[in-house]
């Protein structure tokens, strides 16, 4: 879902990265005030897995792939502020790097992935623990949580389109709900998988205080 | 297990790493090469019009995950794969210490309860 260059006007994609910047910001700030040395480890690891698996271009039919996002993963794990700044540094490094993602699309793409991804999934899995305890209140919000912030996403970077004048509102909008609702399923079937393997190796970690 | 200490650290970052590069080995040769969800939807929409053309005036060092230099597709994909994730890695711990270290500076270094 890595918008690339051309695809936004100037007032939405400058828009965007101010809005992103400023809870880049905030993120920052938080982290800078609760982050332990306990989180450092998960912190680079997981941010390694994030952009391992975001590789891992899976068909969906229609000649049509998917990745993997994994903003919801790293909420659930470390909070959705170490989302944001996890998700941010994945993203320069692919779009300064790898080129992947425009430039100045790259505002857009961490509210997209990072903001929108992050926040959502991480209230979404607590709402769904809050009525499903233990683990797999864990597992079920993480499923539910992965899928919905995908969706969601996509619906957002849609809606950025659309505020561009680059596709009409509701076609862009149903079209990329609909690939993403099939992606989404991908999204958290990984999710559950990489919950479920930590939970068995190092169940500790899922303990972290969240940021 | 506790993340106390020092040698379960290392540990967990030893096998963390091996397996995500293990992952990328195993699984990047044989991902999909078709457009994503975002591509598709431009190529197929009528109208979908380019809005801004800005391009990258300087070339990303490795674009579309391929090292300069290495022919070989199955394995071109692998060695920038394997150089993200021990970048990513890298440039997030590096963030996670330097923000650990603003905040013992500030001198509001505290056990963060954790368990």
């Keep these: ?211 | 297990m506790k993340l106390s200490t020092k040698k379960n650290v290392i540990m967990f970052i030893l096998f963390g790493l091996s397996f995500i590069v293990g992952l990328v080995f195993l699984i990047v040769p044989f991902t999909s090469q078709m457009p994503d969800g975002l591509e598709k939807v431009s190529e197929h929409t009528i109208g979908f019009v380019k809005k801004d053309d800005f391009a990258f005036s300087v070339k990303a060092p490795m674009p579309d995950y391929e090292v300069p230099g290495v022919r070989n597709k199955f394995n071109t994909r692998r060695y920038a794969g394997v150089i993200g994730v021990g970048l990513v890695f890298g440039v997030s711990i590096l963030i996670g210490y330097i923000l650990k270290k603003r905040k013992k500076k500030r001198g509001q270094d505290a056990y963060v309860h954790d368990e």
């Design chain 1, 1 to 211: 879902m890595h918008i690339p260059d051309g695809f936004l006007d100037t007032k939405t994609w400058i828009a965007m990265g101010g809005i992103s910047a400023i809870f880049v910001g905030i993120a920052v700030r938080k982290m800078n005030k609760k982050i332990s040395e306990k989180h450092i480890p998960l912190l680079g690891v997981m941010a390694a897995f994030v952009f391992a698996a975001q590789m891992f271009n899976f068909p969906v039919g229609g000649g049509t792939s998917g990745h993997f996002m994994g903003a919801t993963l790293i909420a659930i794990l470390l909070g959705p502020w170490s989302s944001v700044l996890i998700m941010t540094t994945v993203l320069i490094i692919q779009c300064l790097v790898f080129q992947d993602g425009g430039i100045t699309a790259l505002g857009a793409n961490i509210f997209n992935m990072g903001i929108v991804g992050g926040f959502f999934g991480y209230y979404i899995s607590a709402v769904t623990q809050f009525f499903i305890q233990g683990k797999n209140g864990i597992l079920a919000g993480g499923l539910v949580a992965a899928w919905c912030s995908l969706v969601l996403s996509a619906v957002f970077c849609a809606v950025e389109l659309a505020i561009s004048g680059t596709a009409p509102f509701r076609f862009v909008v149903s079209a990329m709900a609909g690939v993403h609702a099939i992606i989404g399923i991908g999204e958290g079937l990984i999710t559950v998988a990489t919950l479920s393997l930590l939970m068995k190796v190092r169940p500790d970690l899922l303990k972290l205080q969240k940021i």
